[in-house]
């Protein structure tokens, strides 16, 4: 009777007290299937929440060996694995970082994309190539020096293939070969009496010339005009025109061939160009040819010779001639 009355009350008190309010079980990330012990994966215990907590706390205070024990301590009281596993990654999180840098300085720049080893031999592999060809160059250049020297300079085989003879009017009308001009120094320029700049600016510095030679080496030279323009130029047209540079100035004109052929052998070019009708230009070689008493050329003078230069060039040319 006694222990019937005590379970009686026992039965009262359990129901008229109020009841506590049930703890919402947090639930992880990824839910799992029931375990075989009856309690679903996804969710743990109050007293594993507690483990999680404290191993928490001590993963903050920095140390991983705490961290892990709390973990294990708390997942061992409220039987969940996931809480100590979440605990001990939550503790190793504070230091993982210093972990993973203390890896990072360990590692070799093997893993980069150049090594060390690679550079060092990629500077070695340059600098040989370099080297080996400077060497080479060097060598190079010797043995075209060593060719050079033993090479013995060849004597002179004569004058330059420029003249020769020619038959043609002069402005008189008398023929005239080279023949006629042996025993005197020459000077030969080849144009036309229509062209409009080149020739008389050529023939002007020409008279101007051997009026200085004449007055300072005491030397008779002849100036030389041959036409490069047959059909225009006749006997009387050059005649007009060589009056109006120098009085000593000799005009030589002939038909075609005759012009073609003394043009080829003092190596002159000419050639028509811009016809219109009648009227028309003659493209040519500006270049006069100085030629010693014999008819044979010395040298030639360029547009880029002045007066002056053309002066003291002539002088020059016939006194290493009369020292030779």
């Not at 703890?23 to 012990?37: D, E, I, K, M, N």
């Not at 008279?207 to 030279?221: F, G, P, R, T, V």
């Not at 060589?242 to 050639?271: N, P, Q």
Request: aromatic share 8%; net charge neutral.
């Amino acid at each position: 009777m006694r222990r019937q009355a005590l379970q009686l009350l026992g039965r009262a008190l359990h129901t008229s007290a109020p009841r506590a309010p049930a703890l919402r079980r947090p639930q992880l990330a990824a839910v799992g299937g029931w375990r075989s012990g009856g309690a679903p994966a996804g969710f743990f215990s109050t007293d594993a929440a507690a483990g999680a907590s404290a191993a928490a706390g001590a993963a903050q205070g920095g140390s991983k060996s705490e961290a892990a024990a709390a973990a294990s301590s708390g997942a061992v009281q409220g039987g969940s694995k996931p809480a100590a596993a979440a605990a001990v990654a939550q503790g190793s999180g504070g230091g993982g970082q210093d972990g993973k840098s203390e890896q990072d300085k360990g590692k070799s720049v093997r893993g980069g994309p150049v090594s060390w080893l690679s550079f060092l031999l990629l500077l070695v592999t340059g600098g040989g190539i370099i080297v080996y060809y400077d060497k080479e160059k060097k060598r190079h250049i010797e043995e075209l020096k060593n060719k050079t020297n033993s090479v013995k300079p060849a004597q002179s085989v004569g004058t330059a293939a420029i003249g020769g003879p020619f038959s043609l009017l002069n402005h008189d009308g008398k023929p005239v070969t080279e023949k006629d001009f042996l025993g005197k120094w020459t000077l030969l320029y080849f144009g036309f009496t229509h062209c409009p700049d080149i020739c008389p600016d050529e023939l002007q510095k020409m008279s101007a010339a051997l009026n200085k030679i004449k007055e300072k080496e005491k030397l008779e030279i002849v100036p030389v005009f041959i036409s490069v323009d047959p059909e225009r130029d006749t006997v009387e047209q050059v005649h007009d025109y060589v009056k109006e540079f120098h009085e000593d100035l000799i005009g030589l004109t002939g038909t075609s061939e005759e012009i073609r052929k003394v043009a080829r052998a003092y190596r002159v070019y000419y050639m028509k160009t811009e016809e219109e009708g009648s009227d028309y230009l003659v493209d040519h070689s500006i270049v006069m040819y100085l030629m010693n008493p014999k008819m044979e050329f010395v040298k030639f003078f360029g547009k880029n010779y002045d007066e002056d230069t053309l002066a003291q060039g002539i002088i020059k040319e016939i006194r290493e001639h009369k020292s030779s």
